[in-house]
């Protein structure tokens, strides 16, 4: 037996199969039976780690489910974790190994987006599957080998903004921007240009780095321009930092945060500043209406104790995407022919969201819901009457 | 035979980037044997690295071609940095040197080119062996250098600057070849690196490469150049180890191994001196039955 | 104007942090002779310390910051005892060995820190902590950014006292000089290095614990963005009079958020490593440094 193999975490139990252990004829039609394998790169440790766990339960509690719910039969997926501490070399390493092991039969990934585009080219050439669990640049998915199950925020960033502006109609705004992230600087464009052509002047742009930890001269400096509300385009410890920066301050007004607010992790952390905020949300464990979101949070809660959160909900689409694909395969799957049937999905079957939908091998929901933390915790939908 | 294959497969990245570590392990050995502490090495490698990968970007020539470029670009740089930084004291030295490196990051983030935070997809590479062959090339120079006059002369430099330069050795000179030998290697490393990551990110060149290759070299012996290689094997296979055996400390496991070595072994695994007394010793044991009778005494000084 | 001057005076206050931690720093590399790049984790882990006993043990702010404290220092004890003590037994190496075996602690410190974090970034519950603002003038003054400054001149003072006006401070000068040449006449080396480490993990775990308030970030990079910046005060300021680093660290704190304001924020820390690089070639003691003295 190859050796690397026992490099599976405990957090899996696993069993190790190899494809095709089932001497059994292939029925003519349906998935044969067996484990599955799908290379899962983790980001459990590193500066995004938070993130990083909530993918990989809302993973883990899709591959039972699958299995409880016989949604594909007799067979199951096993997921084979392999640590990147959100590290480049570290990835291309776990993706090269994963690659080499002929039982995976897909792979996943990422929440950095450069990371994301420097594993691309692997996979393409290597020719397995690559679904995208966090990464949140456009562009990525390049059908029929990569897919994201990432809800993109920016245009969930502008219909918040527009959101906000039709109910409080403020003269001018100012932006808080994490200067060195590239896609928070594209959400920030695209909504200033929305906000400007509705009338709301921009006061100006002050630029924060997204390894920063001290926001007092920003906040400063967003209240000195005198706006009638501040937008945040920063990644989580930023954000926090610049919201309670301005709350300590004394800054009465509106903030408009972003999708970074939503996990229950930043409502404990940064308690009543974060009261108010307005934010847009895809999935929210309190806001679940439908009965697969409804089951979803209930057996994560039971199993891991907390509530899920978006990025929970995208790494458990990411396995049921997957086991999609390998429902409309005969016989025993193979990397081909899961990367065929991947690209003829264009809807989901069993998600989270009330809705959803692949388009280029992108995730996207229809919808936007914009909402704010109350003072207990719980996600509510925003109203202006603060 | 398959399996075989696919254990190649799985662990070709690791072994590429065990060998793109020697060099950058190599290029701080190179100032460390004429007795100089400097961090420099990153600044090279990002120096070599960006402009090899914007020379292949730009023109498309053949990555190999640019390898020398690199190697250029690392020497220029380091002779304008051995110029400035030699006239400081060895311990203002190491601490320029880790200040160039946090400037070297604020540089690549805002110089156009770089492509700043995001990084830069790197679209081509170079096959296993050409790695291999590249470190054989290095190895060879680095060998015949430390039996070479060159060789003899940073050994005398770093043991005692002062006694060396009554000698008739310049130590300026020699510490400013040292200086550019290993701006040359590191300036390779870089590109290399490149190559191998098919990626570069402002975090790509930073302060834990630094702090590792120190490690890689004093856990692999400080004092000879084959040290600087089995060190930097040493350091890329144990986070891969580690994390298979105890995932959630495995940086701890760094970190752990590195104290073990400066308290327990100090001079590191393959020491020239240890080596050399240890033959003398059985040398002597071996001539003692013989020359009982000889005035000299045998046995180890 | 209003805007300079509470730009001015945030300058003042993360000033401060810089030069309490770099306080620390600097008494050990005058003293001990050690560049330790483990002394940002002091920070982190005092700030850990403290957080946990707010959470945990449900002390109130003074408190909890003694506890940090005294975390700081008694963790700056260990690691002296355990990674630089056996080097001292042994000749030679000098400060290259040091230095690699501080970068060893400062890897099993920084990870410890991020398991115990949960690799997240924490914050401290808003009531365990004075956060009032007072207004003067209209500018808002948080209270623990009037506590950081008062804090640092404090702990300035008292430590310029003790090494210049003390017999202990007398005997630290000597130690750092010459440790041999210090116990021939009548000093123990060791029990000086004891005391003198945890002063310094004690200093730095106080700026630890401040710093973690007032960001909002208690985690391992707490620590390391204090590491960077106090070293900074250490050689700007001159390493071996504490007044020097005080003055440097805040200069450099009000220096960062002025080109934050004004300049632009991308350029805030290429600015304090630009003027270390400068002063490390032209001018390596510092602004009040005595003149060099070089180590053997």
Same mark, same amino acid.
């Given at each position: 037996?190859?050796?690397?193999?026992?490099?599976?975490?405990?957090?899996?139990?696993?069993?190790?199969?190899?494809?095709?252990?089932?001497?059994?004829?292939?029925?003519?039609?349906?998935?044969?039976?067996?484990?599955?394998? &799908?290379?899962?790169?983790?980001?459990?440790?590193?500066?995004?780690?938070?993130?990083?766990?909530?993918?990989?339960?809302?993973?883990?509690?899709?591959?039972?489910? &699958?299995?409880?719910?016989?949604?594909?039969?007799?067979?199951?997926?096993?997921?084979?974790?392999?640590?990147?501490?959100?590290?480049?070399?570290? #990835?291309?390493?776990?993706?090269?190994?994963?690659?080499?092991?002929?039982?995976?039969?897909?792979?996943?990934?990422?929440?950095? #987006?450069?990371?994301?585009?420097?594993?691309?080219?692997? &996979?393409?050439?290597?020719?397995?599957?690559?679904?995208?669990?966090?990464?949140?640049?456009?562009?990525?998915?390049?059908?029929?080998?990569?897919? #994201?199950?990432?809800?993109?925020?920016?245009?969930?960033?502008?219909?918040?903004?527009?959101?906000?502006?039709?109910?409080?109609?403020?003269?001018?705004?100012?932006?808080? +921007?994490?200067?060195?992230?590239?896609?928070?600087?594209?959400?920030?464009?695209?909504?200033?240009?929305?906000?400007?052509?509705?009338?709301?002047?921009?006061?100006?742009?002050?630029?924060?780095?997204?390894?920063?930890?001290?926001?007092?001269?920003?906040?400063?400096?967003?209240?000195?321009?005198?706006?009638?509300?501040?937008?945040?385009?920063?990644?989580?410890?930023?954000?926090?930092?610049?919201?309670?920066?301005?709350?300590?301050?004394?800054?009465?007004?509106?903030?408009?945060?972003?999708?970074?607010?939503?996990?229950?992790?930043?409502?404990?952390?940064?308690?009543?500043?974060?009261?108010?905020?307005?934010?847009?949300?895809?999935? #929210?464990?309190?806001?679940?209406?439908?009965?697969?979101?409804?089951?979803?949070?209930?057996?994560?809660?039971?199993?891991?104790?907390?509530?899920?959160?978006?990025?929970?909900?995208?790494?458990?689409?990411?396995?049921?995407?997957?086991?999609?694909?390998?429902?409309?395969?005969?016989?025993?799957?193979?990397?081909?022919?899961?990367?065929?049937?991947?690209?003829?999905?264009?809807?989901?079957?069993?998600?989270?969201?009330?809705?959803?939908?692949?388009?280029?091998?992108?995730?996207?929901?229809?919808?936007? +819901? &914009?909402?704010?933390?109350?003072?207990?915790?719980?996600?509510?939908?925003?109203?202006?009457?603060? | 035979?398959?399996?075989?294959?696919?254990?190649?497969?799985?662990?070709?990245?690791?072994?590429?980037?065990?060998?793109?570590?020697?060099?950058?392990?190599?290029?701080?050995?190179?100032?460390?044997?004429? %007795?100089?502490?400097?961090?420099?090495?990153?600044?090279?490698?990002?120096? *070599?690295?960006?402009? %090899?990968?914007?020379?292949?970007?730009?023109?498309?020539?053949?990555?190999?071609?640019?390898?020398?470029?690199?190697?250029?670009? *690392?020497?220029?740089?380091?002779?304008?940095?051995?110029?400035?930084?030699?006239?400081?004291?060895?311990?203002?030295?190491?601490?320029?040197?880790?200040?160039?490196?946090?400037?070297?990051?604020?540089?690549?983030?805002?110089?156009? *080119?770089?492509? *700043?935070?995001? %990084?830069?997809?790197?679209?081509?590479?170079?096959?296993?062996?050409?790695?291999?062959?590249?470190?054989?090339?290095?190895?060879?120079?680095?060998?015949?250098?430390?039996?070479?006059?060159?060789?003899?002369?940073?050994?005398?430099?770093?043991?005692?600057?002062?006694?060396?330069?009554?000698?008739?050795?310049?130590?300026?000179?020699?510490?400013?070849?040292?200086?550019?030998?290993?701006?040359?290697?590191?300036?390779?490393?870089?590109?290399?690196?490149?190559?191998?990551?098919?990626?570069?990110?402002?975090?790509?060149?930073?302060?834990?490469?630094?702090?590792?290759?120190?490690?890689?070299?004093?856990?692999?012996?400080?004092?000879?150049?084959?040290?600087?290689?089995?060190?930097?094997?040493?350091?890329?296979?144990?986070?891969?180890?580690?994390?298979?055996?105890?995932?959630?400390?495995?940086?701890?496991?760094? %970190?752990?191994?590195?104290?073990?070595?400066?308290?327990?072994?100090?001079?590191?695994?393959?020491?020239?001196?240890?080596?050399?007394?240890?033959?003398?010793?059985?040398?002597?044991?071996?001539?003692?039955?013989?020359?009982?009778?000889?005035?000299?005494?045998?046995?180890?000084? | 104007?209003?805007?300079?001057?509470?730009?001015?005076?945030?300058?003042?206050?993360?000033?401060?942090?810089?030069?309490?931690?770099?306080?620390?720093?600097?008494?050990?590399?005058?003293?001990?002779?050690?560049?330790?790049?483990?002394?940002?984790?002091?920070?982190?882990?005092?700030?850990?310390?403290?957080?946990?006993?707010?959470?945990?043990?449900?002390?109130?702010?003074?408190?909890?910051?003694?506890?940090?404290?005294?975390?700081?220092?008694?963790?700056?004890?260990?690691?002296?005892?355990?990674?630089?003590?056996?080097?001292?037994?042994?000749?030679?190496?000098?400060?290259?060995?040091?230095?690699?075996?501080?970068?060893?602690?400062?890897?099993?410190?920084?990870?410890?820190?991020?398991?115990?974090?949960?690799?997240?970034?924490?914050?401290?519950?808003?009531?365990?902590?004075?956060?009032?603002?007072?207004?003067?003038?209209?500018?808002?003054?948080?209270?623990?950014?009037?506590?950081?400054?008062?804090?640092?001149?404090?702990?300035?003072?008292?430590?310029?006292?003790?090494?210049?006006?003390?017999?202990?401070?007398?005997?630290?000068?000597?130690?750092?000089?010459?440790?041999?040449?210090?116990?021939?006449?009548?000093?123990?080396?060791?029990?000086?290095?004891?005391?003198?480490?945890?002063?310094?993990?004690?200093?730095?775990?106080?700026?630890?614990?401040?710093?973690?308030?007032?960001?909002?970030?208690?985690?391992?990079?707490?620590?390391?963005?204090?590491?960077?910046?106090?070293?900074?005060?250490?050689?700007?300021?001159?390493?071996?009079?504490?007044?020097?680093?005080?003055?440097?660290?805040?200069?450099?704190?009000?220096?960062?958020?002025?080109?934050?304001?004004?300049?632009?924020?991308?350029?805030?820390?290429?600015?304090?490593?630009?003027?270390?690089?400068?002063?490390?070639?032209?001018?390596?003691?510092?602004?009040?440094?005595?003149?060099?003295?070089?180590?053997?």
């Amino acid at each position: 037996m190859q050796k690397w193999q026992k490099q599976i975490s405990c957090q899996v139990a696993v069993a190790l199969f190899t494809l095709g252990m089932q001497v059994g004829p292939a029925s003519a039609q349906g998935l044969a039976p067996g484990e599955y394998k &799908v290379g899962f790169i983790t980001e459990n440790t590193g500066a995004i780690a938070s993130a990083g766990q909530s993918f990989w339960n809302g993973a883990q509690l899709a591959a039972e489910d &699958v299995k409880a719910k016989k949604y594909l039969g007799d067979a199951s997926i096993v997921l084979d974790p392999k640590e990147s501490a959100s590290d480049a070399a570290r #990835s291309i390493q776990a993706m090269n190994q994963f690659i080499a092991d002929r039982s995976i039969i897909a792979t996943t990934c990422c929440v950095l #987006s450069p990371v994301a585009g420097a594993l691309k080219p692997i &996979v393409v050439g290597a020719k397995i599957p690559l679904v995208i669990f966090g990464a949140t640049a456009s562009g990525l998915p390049q059908p029929p080998w990569i897919y #994201s199950m990432t809800i993109l925020p920016g245009p969930k960033d502008i219909a918040t903004a527009v959101k906000v502006a039709d109910a409080l109609k403020p003269k001018t705004a100012a932006y808080i +921007l994490a200067a060195d992230n590239d896609a928070f600087k594209g959400r920030m464009a695209a909504t200033q240009k929305t906000m400007e052509g509705k009338g709301v002047a921009t006061a100006g742009v002050v630029s924060v780095l997204t390894k920063d930890t001290d926001f007092t001269g920003a906040a400063t400096q967003a209240m000195g321009l005198k706006p009638d509300v501040i937008l945040i385009y920063a990644t989580q410890q930023a954000a926090a930092g610049a919201i309670t920066a301005l709350r300590d301050r004394g800054y009465k007004q509106t903030i408009v945060g972003n999708d970074v607010l939503s996990p229950a992790a930043m409502f404990q952390k940064m308690g009543p500043t974060v009261v108010g905020v307005p934010f847009p949300v895809s999935f #929210s464990a309190s806001i679940a209406d439908t009965p697969e979101a409804k089951a979803f949070v209930s057996s994560y809660e039971t199993k891991f104790k907390v509530q899920p959160d978006i990025y929970s909900a995208q790494g458990y689409q990411v396995v049921w995407f997957i086991a999609q694909g390998l429902k409309s395969i005969s016989g025993a799957p193979t990397r081909e022919s899961l990367a065929t049937a991947l690209s003829k999905i264009t809807n989901i079957d069993h998600q989270v969201y009330g809705g959803q939908q692949i388009k280029d091998g992108q995730a996207e929901t229809a919808g936007t +819901l &914009v909402v704010n933390w109350s003072a207990d915790g719980k996600l509510v939908p925003w109203t202006p009457a603060k | 035979m398959q399996p075989l294959v696919d254990f190649w497969n799985a662990y070709r990245s690791t072994l590429t980037f065990a060998l793109v570590n020697s060099f950058f392990a190599l290029s701080t050995y190179a100032v460390l044997s004429v %007795g100089i502490l400097s961090f420099a090495t990153v600044t090279f490698a990002a120096f *070599g690295g960006f402009l %090899g990968v914007r020379l292949v970007l730009q023109t498309g020539i053949d990555p190999l071609l640019a390898l020398p470029a690199a190697a250029a670009a *690392g020497a220029l740089l380091s002779y304008v940095i051995a110029l400035i930084f030699l006239r400081l004291e060895s311990h203002w030295m190491a601490l320029a040197s880790l200040a160039l490196i946090l400037i070297t990051r604020v540089l690549i983030i805002n110089v156009p *080119g770089t492509g *700043g935070v995001n %990084g830069l997809s790197v679209p081509v590479t170079l096959p296993f062996f050409m790695f291999a062959l590249v470190l054989l090339v290095a190895i060879i120079i680095f060998w015949r250098l430390s039996a070479s006059w060159y060789g003899i002369a940073a050994r005398a430099v770093r043991e005692d600057a002062a006694v060396a330069s009554t000698l008739g050795i310049a130590p300026r000179r020699i510490q400013t070849v040292a200086f550019v030998i290993s701006g040359a290697v590191g300036g390779l490393g870089g590109m290399l690196l490149a190559l191998a990551l098919q990626y570069l990110s402002p975090d790509t060149y930073f302060v834990n490469i630094a702090f590792t290759m120190i490690a890689a070299v004093v856990l692999g012996g400080s004092y000879h150049w084959a040290g600087a290689i089995i060190g930097a094997a040493v350091f890329t296979a144990l986070p891969v180890i580690a994390q298979a055996i105890i995932p959630e400390f495995q940086d701890v496991a760094n %970190g752990v191994v590195l104290l073990l070595i400066m308290i327990f072994l100090p001079r590191g695994l393959i020491d020239p001196r240890a080596i050399r007394l240890h033959f003398a010793a059985r040398k002597a044991v071996a001539q003692a039955p013989r020359d009982a009778t000889s005035p000299a005494a045998g046995g180890a000084p | 104007m209003d805007l300079f001057l509470q730009q001015l005076i945030n300058g003042l206050a993360l000033g401060s942090l810089y030069a309490l931690f770099g306080l620390g720093f600097g008494i050990v590399f005058a003293t001990l002779g050690i560049l330790n790049a483990a002394h940002g984790t002091y920070a982190s882990w005092a700030a850990i310390i403290a957080l946990a006993a707010v959470e945990r043990l449900n002390l109130p702010f003074i408190p909890a910051l003694l506890a940090g404290i005294f975390g700081g220092g008694l963790l700056a004890l260990v690691v002296d005892q355990v990674a630089f003590q056996p080097l001292r037994r042994r000749a030679g190496g000098g400060m290259i060995s040091a230095l690699i075996t501080s970068i060893a602690a400062w890897i099993i410190l920084d990870s410890l820190a991020g398991t115990a974090t949960g690799h997240q970034s924490l914050s401290f519950p808003r009531d365990s902590y004075p956060d009032t603002i007072f207004f003067v003038g209209g500018i808002p003054l948080p209270a623990i950014q009037i506590i950081t400054v008062l804090s640092m001149l404090v702990v300035t003072v008292s430590l310029h006292l003790l090494i210049r006006r003390s017999r202990f401070g007398s005997a630290m000068r000597a130690v750092g000089w010459n440790q041999t040449a210090a116990s021939l006449g009548g000093v123990n080396p060791r029990y000086v290095v004891v005391i003198t480490a945890f002063l310094a993990g004690a200093t730095s775990g106080f700026a630890g614990v401040l710093g973690g308030i007032s960001t909002n970030n208690v985690s391992f990079h707490l620590g390391e963005g204090l590491m960077l910046k106090g070293f900074a005060a250490v050689v700007v300021g001159g390493y071996d009079d504490v007044r020097g680093t005080a003055v440097a660290g805040v200069a450099l704190g009000v220096l960062e958020v002025m080109t934050a304001q004004y300049l632009s924020s991308g350029l805030r820390d290429g600015i304090t490593y630009a003027l270390l690089l400068g002063f490390l070639l032209l001018r390596p003691r510092g602004l009040f440094g005595s003149a060099g003295f070089s180590r053997a």
